[in-house]
Structures are given as C-alpha cells and as structure tokens.
C-alpha cells in the first residue's frame, strides 16, 4: 500500500505568490493534518480535515487555507508568500480523528521563498 | 497550553545505549510518541505511550514515564550507525486532534 503522497516535493516561490501543495492520505483514512517545519525546529500544527471538515487550525494567519476533498485528499494553500514561509510542509493522515498510536506522515513539501 | 522540550544533541558510540530525554507540560490524559526524522524525510513513528503507563519496551526501545515529573525518556540499545536522526517526543491531549512537537534531539552515532 502507498504511504502518505505530498506532491511537489520541492518548490521554489517568489515573495507574494501563491503556492498549493498537495497530499494524498494512505487509503482508507479519512483525517489528514498539515504541518510546517521550520529548519531546526519541531514541526507545528497548521489544521486537521476530518470528513472534508475544518477540525483543528493552529496558530496561523488567514493566509493559510486547507480543504479536503470528497475523496480525502488535501490541499494547502498559502497567499502573499513571506520569507520566514519556507519550510517543510508535512501532512499526516488517521483512520479517525484522533488515533492513539498517531499519525503517519508524507516526507513532505519542501518550500522555499525567495 | 502544551509545551515540550528536549536537549538538542546526543553522541554515543556504536553499541552502546542512547537515552534521549524530554519533558511535558499537559497535566490531562495525553498520549506521548516519539518520532524519527532522518535528514531529507518526513518523520517516522517510533512508538507511544499513554499517559497511565509506566514503561512501554519494543524491541531495542524502551520508553519510561515519570508522570510526577511529566519527563519521558527513550532508551535505543545497542544503537547502530541507522540510529543517527533526529529525535522527536510529542503529546497530543486526549480527545484533542493536535499534536505538539518539541525542538528534536540529534542523535549523533559515533562507529
């Protein structure tokens, strides 16, 4: 079975772009989260989608956006790129919202803004 | 809110255990995992513990909670030249969807 797919893997954007990054859960699970790792730093929780529902959302401005799709992939959509917005963009999917034994993640988006 | 820390780096030498330590702020029912990242991947679930255990050992790991103390260790025996990574604990509050990563710990295996 494919494991969590984040699609691109890298990209490079310019400051005030817009960018969308993609992620595909392992089959069968319905949750997907977003996560941005900062070089040096733990990753830090953006949102959760569960049943292509906004369950959770971090501490990030409105220039973060995320839906889920009917077919539980994701999307992540960042406007007017700043510098300190390059980063690892991680996603996570579950079978449920919540699972004890945590959520497995995609190797990531890297971005980076010039 | 939660907090977690952890010490930034650790050296062991080849064959020798690794003990890579960290500590929590949540005082609810949480669940504590320790994730693995190596350099250019996203993170590997290591294992997990529930915040009314005490031990939990998987083969060459062994994670101990000190719930008093909120600090959680994870001990890799006989750590390999594979161990290298960096190390992440993370607790996510029960019925919450968030999960709270600390900073890492490099682990550093010396053959």
């Known amino acids: 079975d494919a494991g969590v797919t984040q699609s691109p893997t890298h990209l490079i954007k310019t400051r005030g772009q817009q960018v969308t990054l993609r992620c595909s859960p392992i089959?069968?699970?319905?949750?997907v989260s977003w996560y941005q790792q900062v070089l040096g730093q733990g990753p830090q929780f953006i949102f959760q989608y569960y049943e292509k529902e906004e369950r959770g959302r971090g501490n990030f401005p409105d220039r973060f956006s995320a839906r889920q799709f009917p077919n539980y992939s994701s999307e992540l959509n960042v406007n007017a790129l700043l510098l300190g917005d390059s980063a690892l963009y991680l996603c996570?999917?579950?079978?449920?919202?919540?699972?004890?034994?945590?959520?497995?993640f995609g190797s990531g988006t890297r971005l980076t803004v010039v | 809110g939660e907090d977690v820390e952890q010490s930034l780096f650790l050296s062991v030498r080849e064959g020798d255990s690794s003990v890579i330590n960290c500590t929590y702020t949540d005082s609810s029912s949480t669940y504590l995992y320790w994730y693995k990242q190596e350099p250019g991947a996203g993170l590997q679930l290591l294992t997990y513990?529930?915040?009314?255990?005490d031990m939990k050992q998987d083969q060459r790991l062994t994670v101990l909670l000190n719930k008093k103390d909120k600090h959680l260790s994870l001990r890799i025996a006989d750590t390999q030249t594979g161990d290298s990574a960096i190390y992440f604990c993370?607790?996510?509050?029960?019925?919450?969807?968030?999960?709270?990563f600390g900073t890492g710990t490099k682990l550093q295996v010396i053959p």
């Open positions: 089959s069968g699970h319905k949750s």
């Open positions: 993370a607790e996510r509050p029960e019925g919450y969807q968030k999960v709270t």
């Open positions: 996570a999917s579950s079978p449920d919202r919540g699972p004890n034994y945590g959520y497995t």
């Open positions: 513990i529930f915040s009314n255990m």
